[in-house]
Nanobody, 116 residues
Framework: QVQVVESGGGLVLAGGSLRLSCAAS????????MGWYRQAPGKGRELVAR????????YYVDSVKGRFTLSRDNAKNTVYLQMNSLKPEDTAVYYC?????????WGQGTQVTVPS
């Protein structure tokens, strides 16, 4: 079993910044990738950004390119999402996904609110 724990959400004014953290832990496992998804009220869950653990290649959805940045701490099996220049349309529950050799594991979600 792998536990995925997110932190760092909150309320921030438009133009502000937040940093989300996601830590995966558990008995021996290999991480394939970690990523962030978000789900706004009344909408489906969308991929925001992800990073391949082997090689470190990243993907960002067009709407966050240039504003959001992924980084990671391999030793801690942790990924960070630095979110700058936040907009009201970034308001959503953000979920972390950890894909491993034992399956895919999701965090509980963390709320990000950017008032309009």
């Amino acid at each position: 079993q792998v536990q995925v724990v997110e932190s760092g959400g909150g309320l921030v004014l438009a133009g502000g910044s937040l940093r989300l953290s996601c830590a995966a832990s558990g008995r021996t496992f290999s991480t394939y990738l970690m990523g962030w998804y978000r789900q706004a009220p009344g909408k489906g869950r969308e991929l925001v950004a992800r990073i391949n653990w082997s090689g470190g290649s990243t993907y960002y959805v067009d709407s966050v390119k240039g504003r959001f940045t992924l980084s990671r701490d391999n030793a801690k099996n942790t990924v960070y999402l630095q979110m700058n220049s936040l907009k009201p349309e970034d308001t959503a529950v953000y979920y972390c996904l950890c894909a491993t050799n034992k399956g895919d594991y999701w965090g509980q979600g963390t709320q990000v609110t950017v008032p309009s």
